[in-house]
């Protein structure tokens, strides 16, 4: 089943160190020793999977994802120990106190009943075991406040209605409650990187392989062109490409809740 447009596995890797240093600072917080069960929600490409492995030798490590351009990009990684699956996480389920760790990183933004479905995640985990949530909290930054104005105007509205990302997100203390609710421990926090990015219009290349990316499919070719220049042009203006690179300052928010023993 395809929940959203097509993602480009090639466009979401640029800048694959920008987007890969939350989740290997997500995953610090995690405390699990020896997990056999290691569940990774929204994996994309698989290369930050993989890198569960390196922590956790011994465990067996599966990817999910809705995106069928995703996985296909993930399954040459794949091992005895690291699997790949098409599958949605609004309906991913496992039985009761099965799992030892869950990720999910740069995903949950993308569901906007998400704090609905963290009761099921932590009942799918074993008693001790990990929730670590990672989502971009920029929902308010020029890059999508930009996208969403242009997004409603002439051409562009009738196709694009509906599709840019949401800007209320949840902050570290609603992940603290709704977790807590469930009997976890929590620690949730949040994080503003200043990213500088290399290359010509650098923002927009960003946004392109995530944020941006069901607002540029919903157009047909031509608009969708259009709304890229006019887009970047904006983007240009917000954030000046200087001598040293592109500043992207960049909101994200982590929760890392355990379950009780
Ligand atoms: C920004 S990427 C993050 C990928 C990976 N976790 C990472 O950190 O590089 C978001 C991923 O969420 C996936 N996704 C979005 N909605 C989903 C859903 N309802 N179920 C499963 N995956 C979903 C997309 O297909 C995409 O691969």
Known sequence: MRTSPVWNPQQYGKYADERGRPFAELIGRIRAAEPSTVIDLGCGPGNLTATLLDRWPAANVHGVDSSAEMIEAAQPLASDRLTFEVGDLREWTAPSASIDVIVTNATLQWIPEQLELLPGFVRALKPGGWLAIQIPGN????????????????????????????????????YVEAL?????????????????????????EWVKGTGARPVLQSLPDDLRARFEAEYGARLAEAYPQQSFGTVLPFRRIFAVAQKES
């Not at 308010?140 to 996208?147: G, Q, V, Y």
């Not at 969403?148 to 609603?174: H, N, Q, W």
């Not at 994080?191 to 219009?201: A, F, K, R, W």
């Open 139 to 174: 929902g308010n930054a020029p890059s999508h406040a930009i996208l969403r104005e242009l997004a409603g105007t002439e051409p562009y509205a009738p196709y694009a209605a509906g599709t840019s990302l949401r800007a209320d997100v949840p902050g570290p203390a609603e």
């Open 180 to 204: 807590s609710a469930k009997g976890c421990s929590v620690d949730a926090w949040e994080t503003t990187y200043s990213h500088i990015l290399q290359g010509d219009n650098a923002v927009l």
